[in-house]
């Protein structure tokens, strides 16, 4: 082989090498840990839908409504913020992406919203009781009405 061929041989095959193992890094970070995870994972399953409302006055209700997916303690999913005197014709809604994770029984989630020209942002301390059945903990969110940071008690109810 000629310097030129070597050359070129080398860059191809450095090229092929770097592309297989970024694949199977890949394959192992997308499938087979989480896979390894839920097979190993012993924790509480908080997957599903999980409802939270609440009645401010008679002219403002809220009603969250929040459905997660559980990978082992990994958790993401999305929720959904609806607003107004009567939540059957919501005034505002306001959907959120979640990520988060689950910890000795505590839940951290991170929610921002799905509409990047509506601005919102909270986090979401828990903690798992009842067996599973009820998460109860604190909801901590920037105010889109007044600019500051708020904090609101929640419980939160799984959703039958």
Do not use: C
Request: proline share 2%.
């Amino acid at each position: 082989m000629s310097e030129i061929e070597v050359i070129v041989f080398g860059v191809v095959s450095g090229v092929i090498a770097t592309a297989a193992l970024y694949l199977i890094g890949l394959l192992f970070r997308s499938h087979l840990i989480p896979w390894y995870q839920g097979v190993t994972y012993h924790g509480v399953d908080i997957s599903g839908t999980w409802v939270y409302e609440v009645e401010i006055n008679t002219d403002d209700n809220v009603k969250f409504e929040m459905t997660i997916s559980q990978q082992a303690h990994v958790l993401a999913g999305d929720t959904t913020i609806m607003q107004g005197a009567n939540l059957d014709n919501p005034t505002t809604i306001t959907n959120l992406n979640i990520s988060g994770g689950i910890w000795e029984g505590y839940v951290t989630l991170n929610m921002k919203s799905k509409d990047r020209t509506k601005l919102s942002y909270s986090t979401t301390l828990l903690r798992v009781l009842n067996g599973g059945a009820t998460l109860k903990g604190n909801y901590i969110y920037r105010s889109i009405r007044n600019e500051e940071i708020q904090s609101e008690p929640m419980v939160w109810r799984r959703k039958k």
